[in-house]
């Protein structure tokens, strides 16, 4: 998406890392996504200077307030400090003796954030853990598959904090209560709605549905270094932000990611979004092409499933290819150069491939590596899903 220099290797060579190429994603785990030159040149132009940072914050909370319709936001170390954060200021409100004693509870703050059953996702963490970071106590309503409002409500007590309501494909995709549902059961109650939106493009929609804060990531569409965005209701913001105070210490952001995230934003905004949706749709066809004929191989386009302005292409998986979904995954990923797909729908029987985040150049060479893998004889685990143990994660540092 960026005028960067085609696979920008030198860093990694350096470093013994392998050139990978990203069709998965905005995902932690491969550095998130594409810095945006704007924002590598502000946080080199910070970087040696010395800054007030409320006062950068304070800027930060206008530019936020700018591009999301909020009263009030302040950046964060990642979207899951966020949510600590938030749930946070739900609990103890601008109360520095409180702050200062979580996770500890002060007096009869409220404790409790409730949560559908089926947004009780993992993004690489539990999000239950990152209410729970805060002393809060996570109280699920409803089933996974089937919540309704009256789950909401009958779970809210004078204890309840918050409701935090998830917006990702991780979701339940059905039986889920809607933000609108949510809000039309909280308002009248006065709790706060939090809305964790990581990976939204739609900065303003959520509150303007009524969420009391919302949560964004910096390092995900918005192209910003990694960082998290927390926006919304004044009042709430401010507790928020106070945590940095408390258990936010431990979270803390620097003015480097600050400054990026301003930049990323002011980005946004002047952004060809239209020319960037036609350079990912060429490279959706180039590689359905690429895979046309193939035995055992169905490629469509398929749009995103949060309804944000991206499409992805969903690979299906048959054994007649020779590969499990997850061989395929695999045998992408260990070719030259790598190429890391989006496989966390692998036990479906498909993958994905998802164009958001490729250099210049890289979409032919996905293409040829798709061909590459269907012609090689195939791996003696090519058929096998993919494990359901740790092993590879605990073999870490070495
Ligand atoms: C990515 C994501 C997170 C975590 O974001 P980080 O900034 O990596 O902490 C939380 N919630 C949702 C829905 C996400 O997609």
Redesign the pocket.
């Given at each position: 998406m960026t005028a960067s220099v085609p696979g920008n290797s030198d860093i990694r060579a350096r470093l013994g890392l392998r050139p990978v190429i990203n069709v998965a994603g905005?995902m932690?785990a491969l550095g998130?996504s594409i810095i945006h030159p704007e924002a590598v040149a502000a946080m080199a132009a910070i970087a040696g200077e010395f800054v007030e940072i409320d006062d950068l914050q304070r800027r930060a909370s206008a530019c936020i307030a700018r591009a999301t319709g909020a009263g009030a936001g302040f950046v964060t170390a990642?979207?899951?400090?966020?949510?600590t954060l938030a749930v946070a200021g739900t609990m103890t409100g601008a109360d520095l003796h409180a702050i200062e004693r979580l996770p500890r509870r002060t007096g009869d703050n409220p404790r409790e954030v409730i949560l559908q059953a089926g947004h009780a996702?993992n993004?690489?963490a539990p999000?239950a853990q990152?209410v729970r970071l805060a002393g809060a106590r996570v109280v699920l309503a409803g089933d996974v598959g089937m919540a309704m409002d009256y789950h909401v409500a009958g779970a809210i007590t004078e204890r309840t904090a918050a409701v935090l309501h998830?917006?990702?494909h991780?979701v339940m995709g059905y039986g889920q209560l809607s933000l609108s549902e949510v809000v039309a059961v909280c308002r009248p109650r006065r709790i706060p709605v939090i809305v964790?939106?990581?990976?939204e493009y739609d900065l303003r929609g959520f509150l303007t549905e009524g969420a009391d804060l919302v949560?964004y990531?910096?390092?995900?569409f918005l192209s910003g270094p990694?960082?998290?965005i927390v926006a919304g209701r004044k009042d709430l913001v401010r507790a928020a932000y106070l945590q940095n105070r408390g258990i936010g210490r431990g979270m803390k952001v620097g003015k480097e990611s600050v400054a990026g995230v301003m930049a990323a934003l002011d980005a946004w905004a002047a952004r060809d979004h239209a020319a960037i949706r036609t350079r990912e749709g060429a490279a959706l066809a180039l590689w359905r092409a690429a895979l046309d004929g193939q035995p055992g191989i169905a490629a469509r386009i398929v749009p995103d499933p949060t309804g944000n302005p991206l499409d992805r292409l969903e690979v299906a998986v048959t054994p007649e290819s020779g590969f499990s979904a997850a061989g395929l995954a695999r045998a992408l990923a260990a070719g030259t150069p790598p190429v890391i797909v989006r496989d966390d729908e692998a036990d479906l029987g498909h993958i994905h491939l998802d164009p958001c985040n490729l250099h210049e150049g890289e979409a032919a060479t996905v293409a040829d590596a798709l061909r590459t893998v269907m012609a090689a004889p195939r791996a003696a685990d090519a058929l096998a899903p993919a494990p359901r143990d740790a092993t590879a994660a605990l073999r870490w540092p070495d």
């Amino acid at each position: 998406m960026t005028a960067s220099v085609p696979g920008n290797s030198d860093i990694r060579a350096r470093l013994g890392l392998r050139p990978v190429i990203n069709v998965a994603g905005t995902m932690t785990a491969l550095g998130a996504s594409i810095i945006h030159p704007e924002a590598v040149a502000a946080m080199a132009a910070i970087a040696g200077e010395f800054v007030e940072i409320d006062d950068l914050q304070r800027r930060a909370s206008a530019c936020i307030a700018r591009a999301t319709g909020a009263g009030a936001g302040f950046v964060t170390a990642s979207s899951s400090a966020a949510i600590t954060l938030a749930v946070a200021g739900t609990m103890t409100g601008a109360d520095l003796h409180a702050i200062e004693r979580l996770p500890r509870r002060t007096g009869d703050n409220p404790r409790e954030v409730i949560l559908q059953a089926g947004h009780a996702v993992n993004y690489g963490a539990p999000v239950a853990q990152a209410v729970r970071l805060a002393g809060a106590r996570v109280v699920l309503a409803g089933d996974v598959g089937m919540a309704m409002d009256y789950h909401v409500a009958g779970a809210i007590t004078e204890r309840t904090a918050a409701v935090l309501h998830v917006v990702s494909h991780h979701v339940m995709g059905y039986g889920q209560l809607s933000l609108s549902e949510v809000v039309a059961v909280c308002r009248p109650r006065r709790i706060p709605v939090i809305v964790d939106a990581a990976s939204e493009y739609d900065l303003r929609g959520f509150l303007t549905e009524g969420a009391d804060l919302v949560i964004y990531s910096g390092h995900k569409f918005l192209s910003g270094p990694t960082s998290g965005i927390v926006a919304g209701r004044k009042d709430l913001v401010r507790a928020a932000y106070l945590q940095n105070r408390g258990i936010g210490r431990g979270m803390k952001v620097g003015k480097e990611s600050v400054a990026g995230v301003m930049a990323a934003l002011d980005a946004w905004a002047a952004r060809d979004h239209a020319a960037i949706r036609t350079r990912e749709g060429a490279a959706l066809a180039l590689w359905r092409a690429a895979l046309d004929g193939q035995p055992g191989i169905a490629a469509r386009i398929v749009p995103d499933p949060t309804g944000n302005p991206l499409d992805r292409l969903e690979v299906a998986v048959t054994p007649e290819s020779g590969f499990s979904a997850a061989g395929l995954a695999r045998a992408l990923a260990a070719g030259t150069p790598p190429v890391i797909v989006r496989d966390d729908e692998a036990d479906l029987g498909h993958i994905h491939l998802d164009p958001c985040n490729l250099h210049e150049g890289e979409a032919a060479t996905v293409a040829d590596a798709l061909r590459t893998v269907m012609a090689a004889p195939r791996a003696a685990d090519a058929l096998a899903p993919a494990p359901r143990d740790a092993t590879a994660a605990l073999r870490w540092p070495d």
